[in-house]
């Protein structure tokens, strides 16, 4: 009987305050958002990656048929790409 008592002064209390759950509600969604985050980040790194891949070989190309300087004409571009 004394138990009984005391959870209903005490004990009660714990199951009828809520603001816990608030706290824990955001700390799962901060936790989404920064797994979505992290995903989305490394699956764009891998896709940028070849993306200026690409540009970086385009530019590498492109300053290959340039002439040296405007004197030039390009005829003498045969010592910068190999």
Do not use: Q
């Amino acid at each position: 009987m004394k138990v009984r008592a005391v959870y209903r002064r005490y004990g009660g209390r714990f199951w009828m305050h809520d603001s816990g759950a608030v706290a824990t509600e955001y700390a799962f969604i901060i936790a989404f958002i920064s797994i979505v985050a992290a995903t989305g980040m490394s699956l764009m790194g891998i896709s940028l990656s070849g993306f200026y891949s690409t540009i970086g070989s385009s530019l590498a190309e492109a300053s290959c048929s340039m002439p040296d300087n405007a004197s030039d004409n390009g005829k003498n571009n045969s010592n910068k790409c190999k």
